[in-house]
């Protein structure tokens, strides 16, 4: 199955309506003949908005860095998953490895954040990934599968037919070091293996994007790779076009 290219930048808590307004007239300017892949930009919530407003007339799509898992409520500070539909996000970001070591996610609540966006038509993106010590001790793949099965387990394999998985060495995240290509298509190979080995059609049809210091200068090598069907990009994502030209990489 032919699956189109995905392109993710995770903006984190970056940027001002300033800088947004340049970066997306850089980008509009630059980006000329629509390329191949769909791409899509999650600024933090409180951007959303105007972003949206930004990006009215172009192809490129909204998404949102996180959620919570319930539609209201006494939750002070979170924001909800038809909060981020109305908003005109397609996609959220979730189980980032930010929001799993910083702010104490378990697996089970990102496989209930991942059935909360699903509910409402959101695409989870479901980041997935060992750290540094787990990759040294060879149990990348337990981790990986571990991650993948809080959410079989809560949602069912059906939830994977058009679904988005980022596969995010921690140890690449921010760090300037990226995997090898052979490093994330072992990996990538292996999450579609296993969500073949229970619906074949969900694993040929899902996207799995690699993410960990992708750059433009090594997205072409990455881009080759048969199971890297795209990428998450923090860090290189703020320069329109750095991140314009790591799309391009994905053009083939
Ligand atoms: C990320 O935070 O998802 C990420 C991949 O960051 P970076 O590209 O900066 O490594």
């Known amino acids: 199955m032919k699956r189109i290219p995905l392109v993710i930048?995770?903006?984190?808590?970056?940027?001002?309506?300033?800088?947004?307004?340049h970066y997306i007239h850089e980008f509009v300017k630059?980006?000329?003949?629509?390329?191949?892949?769909?791409?899509?930009?999650?600024?933090?919530?409180?951007?959303?908005?105007q972003?949206?407003?930004?990006?009215?007339?172009?192809?490129?799509?909204?998404?949102?860095?996180?959620?919570?898992?319930?539609?209201?409520?006494?939750?002070?500070?979170?924001?909800s998953a038809p909060m981020l539909k109305e908003l005109g996000c397609s996609y959220v970001v979730v189980g980032?490895?930010?929001?799993?070591?910083?702010?104490?996610e378990t697996d089970a609540a990102v496989a209930a954040k991942f059935a909360a966006a699903r509910l409402y038509s959101l695409v989870p993106i479901l980041c997935v990934g060992e750290n540094e010590a787990e990759r040294a001790a060879g149990i990348t793949e337990r981790v990986v599968q571990r991650q993948l099965d809080a959410v079989l387990q809560?949602?069912?394999?059906?939830v994977f037919a058009?679904?988005?998985?980022?596969?995010?060495p921690v140890w690449a995240i921010g760090t300037g070091v990226t995997a090898t290509p052979a490093q994330a298509q072992a990996v990538h190979?292996?999450?579609?293996?296993?969500?073949?080995?229970?619906?074949?059609?969900?694993?040929?049809?899902m996207r799995v994007l690699y993410g960990g210091s992708v750059r433009a200068s090594n997205v072409a090598?990455?881009?080759?790779?048969?199971?890297?069907?795209?990428?998450?990009?923090?860090?290189?994502?703020l320069v329109a076009k750095e991140f314009l030209a790591i799309c391009a990489g994905f053009n083939k």
Not at 9 to 21: F, P, R, T, V
Not at 32 to 48: D, M, N
Not at 51 to 78: C, I, M
Not at 162 to 168: F, L, N, Q
């Open 189 to 205: 190979g292996f999450i579609r293996n296993y969500i073949a080995s229970l619906s074949p059609s969900s694993a040929s049809s």
């Open 9 to 21: 930048a995770n903006w984190k808590m970056h940027g001002q309506i300033e800088w947004m307004q």
């Open 30 to 49: 630059a980006s000329g003949t629509p390329g191949q892949s769909e791409i899509v930009l999650c600024p933090p919530f409180v951007y959303l908005q």
């Open 162 to 168: 058009g679904a988005v998985i980022a596969y995010e």
């Open 221 to 237: 090598e990455l881009a080759q790779e048969p199971d890297v069907d795209g990428a998450l990009v923090g860090g290189a994502s």
């Open 51 to 79: 972003l949206k407003v930004l990006l009215r007339e172009t192809e490129v799509g909204l998404g949102a860095q996180n959620l919570h898992d319930s539609e209201q409520g006494a939750f002070t500070g979170e924001v």
């Open 96 to 104: 980032h490895s930010e929001r799993r070591r910083l702010f104490g």
């Open 154 to 158: 809560s949602c069912g394999i059906d």
